[in-house]
């Protein structure tokens, strides 16, 4: 080697070495940063919250909001995993800290929005991934009832249109959420993942919910409760007390709670490893204790329907037969059990002793009734936001304005018409024959698993949209449109499963 080439070789390699060092000084240098500037602003925003508590607490919420919307931005998953923790605790935060005053509808939104639009930053090929989704039978029924309500503008019917702005950009949050998560969830793991985070956060709301049973409502929940007489009186029922956890109110509590009785119970069951199935049992006593000290009826209906479609479609596995007779076994002794949320005078006894002799239920389908003409003479509806308190904010003349519609299909009808009611019928029978095709096409035991388990969760929603307004809130829909964006994904991998060739 000539002698001036041998230099070169040593100058790279000695700059090498330097680069070398210079990153390592640099990665150093990054990790310090990392901890001196949170450090840093928790001691800046410490003395202000000290010396001036608005200015502090501002500047900590900034700090906070900027670091937790440039995550959303840089990592999908991680955004989703916000959005989920923000609609399960930030009710709590709300009555604890900003006295219910925060507008927590629109900062999840903005989550939404701000994750989304990270899709747009990364150049991901988000206009394939939504004519993939579109192109889905219930993609493409998601979007014809989203053009409908649009088109709800139009109807002559509703007095104002201020009703209209909310829901639209209900729609389109709800919209890109669903997207969102259906991109996420081209990877088996992330779905994975989202299932182990989500088992975590209900067990946590289910804690929250029994300390609240076992020790009684805080101070704080306490003052928070008088002031609505309303919230109050809807709270202290029959002796009782409805707890809400950290959810805005009891009904959100009851909704959640047995959609994951229903949905970790059917992974438990199927699941093979013993120290995980045990996991999933233990979270689903808790949760559904917590169902239980929500003193909501419908919950109690909705997470036995669930198990039943979900014992109907498994029941070819023994394993899943020796459940079901468990479970059965389970409901005829309730009554004797001597806990307080299943004793002989719990809603959940009274519930399956015969819930249509209860006088709320007897009142509710007596107005409903009263209100069926009305519904029949106009096929497009009021118009959005005109019945129950909406409706006498944005209407307060319409002739729907206050009516109690106590159910989501009858909100439906009577907002929508039942041209739009149809509309969401034939989707909701989709979502359901989309699961049950999936589960029966599926090669995989871990994609019959999901098939099962999201497909019995989403059927407790069609089943407490009946009684109550069970989809739609900020609690529920970051359950709803994921399982939905699940079982489209996995409908995928079975279909590319079976046209790959098999290697004999």
Known sequence: MPFTDEIKVKDHRYSN??????FSAGN????????????????ISGFLMAEHLPLGFGLLALIIGVAVITLCILNAEIGLYIILLYSFFISFFNRLV????????????????VT??????????????????????????????????????????????????????????????????????SDKRKIERFVNILFISCVLVALYACIQEWHGFFNFELDWLRMDPRRFRMTFVNGGARRMSVFPDA??????????????????????????????????ALMLAAMSYSLIR???????????????????????????VIGLAI????????????????????????????????????????IQPYIYVHPFGGGLSTTGDEGLTYHPNHP??????????????????????????VLYFSVIKTGISGYFSAKGSREKTLFAACTAALFCFYVGDFAQVAIGQITDVVIYYPLISIILRLTEFTQISQTQPQIV
């Open 98 to 113: 900003f006295e219910n005053i925060l507008p927590i509808g629109v900062f999840s939104d903005i989550l939404v929005g």
């Open 251 to 284: 009904l959100s509590l009851s909704i959640v709670m047995s959609i994951g009785v229903v949905f970790y119970a059917a992974l438990a069951m199927m699941e093979e490893k013993l120290v995980k199935r045990i996991t999933f049992f233990s979270g689903v």
């Open 331 to 370: 409901l005829l002794v309730l009554p004797f059990l001597p806990f307080g949320g299943f004793n002989q005078d719990s809603q959940f006894v009274q519930t399956l002793r015969g819930g249509t002799k209860d006088p709320s239920y007897l009142v509710r389908e007596k107005n409903r009734k009263s």
């Open 298 to 324: 419908t919950a109690n209906v909705m997470f036995v329907a669930g198990l039943v479609l979900f014992f109907l479609m498994a029941i070819n596995q023994k394993r899943i037969r020796i459940f079901a």
């Open 400 to 425: 729907l304005a206050g009516f109690p519609p106590d159910s989501g299909y009858l909100k439906k009808a009577l907002e929508l018409g039942w041209i739009g009611f149809i509309i969401f019928l």
């Open 28 to 43: 150093n240098f990054s990790k310090w940063l990392i901890i001196l500037l949170p450090l840093s602003f928790a001691l």
């Open 17 to 22: 070495v330097q680069d070398k060092k210079k």
């Open 116 to 185: 989304f639009f990270g899709f747009i930053i990364r150049r991901e090929k988000i206009g394939i991934e939504t004519k993939r989704l579109v192109s889905t039978r219930v993609g493409s029924l998601l979007v014809a009832i989203y053009v409908y309500t649009f088109f709800e503008i139009f109807n002559f019917a509703g007095l104002s249109i201020t009703g209209f702005i909310p829901v639209v950009r209900k729609i389109l949050s709800v919209f890109l959420l669903l997207l969102i998560c259906y991109i996420i969830f």
